[in-house]
C-alpha cells in the first residue's frame, strides 16, 4: 500500500493541475481574509460590542472564502481520478495493482492529505493577517478562544471533505466533465435550487432536508457558536425543525464521503476500466 499511495503522489504533484488549484486555495484564503478584514469594523453600530461577536466576525473574515475553496479543491477532487479515465491511464494503475482498491484507497488518501496542508498553511497565514487588520479597526479577536480555533479547524475540515465527496463522484462518473458539473452543482445549484422551491418560511421537513446537503451542513463547522443555532439533531424542536452541532454536520458530510466511496470501490471492482 505503501508504494501505491508514493506513486499516486507522484502523479498529484506532477500534474500542472494541482499546483494551479492549490495555489488559488490558498491565495483566496489569505487575499479574501486580507481584503475583508481591513473592510469592516463595528464603526456605527449602537451600544457595546460583544466579545462574542468580534469572535464571530473573526472567524467570518477568515473563512468568507470557504465557498470558493471548496469549489476549487472540488475540482481538484474530480481530476485525480476522472483525469485518469480520460487519457486512459488508469488501466496502467489497475493493471500494476490488480486487486484495484488499494489504488481508490491511496488516491482519497493523498488528496486529502494534499488539501488538509495547503488549507491549514492558508488559514494559518490568513489568521495573523486578518487579526492583525481588524485590530486597527478596533475589533479585538482573542486567538486564545477555543472556539475560534474549533471554527477555523471546521474550515478545513470541511474542504478536505468536499474534496473526497468530489473524488468520490468523479469515480463514479468517470468523466471530467461530468464530474465537476455534478460536484458544483450539488456544491451551488441544489442549496439555491431547494431555497428557491421552499421560500422564506420553509417546512420543517424541508430544512431537514437542506442540512442534509453538504453546502449546508459544512457550515456548521465553520460557523462561531454564538452564531449557531444549537439544537440536537436526535431530537426535534418545537416546530419539528433539526438544526445540528459542529460534530453533526461533520457527520453528514463523513456520510457522503463514505456513500460514494463505497459505491465508487464496488463499481471499480466490476466494471472494466
Known sequence: MSAVVVSEWVKLRSLRSTWWALGALAA???GVAA???SSVSFYGVPGV????AMQDLGVY???VSTDFGALVVAVLGVLMIAGEYGTGTIRNSLTAVPTRLPVLGAKALVLACATFAVATAAFAVAVPVSTGLLAGNDVDVHLDDPHYWFAVL???TYLVLVALIAFGIGALVRSTTGGIAISLGLLLAAPVALSLLLGVDPPAWAENLAVLLPTVAGK???TYPAAQRWVDLSAPSVDGAW????WHGALVLVGWVAALLAVA???LRRRDA
Request: negative net charge; glycine residues 16%.
Open 28 to 30: 483566496v484564503t489569505i
Open 35 to 37: 481584503q475583508v478584514s
Open 49 to 52: 460590542v460583544s466579545q462574542d
Open 61 to 63: 473574515v477568515v473563512t
Open 154 to 156: 471546521g474550515g478545513v
Open 220 to 222: 456548521l463547522l465553520f
Open 243 to 246: 438544526v445540528g452541532e459542529p
Open 265 to 267: 470501490g464496488l463499481l
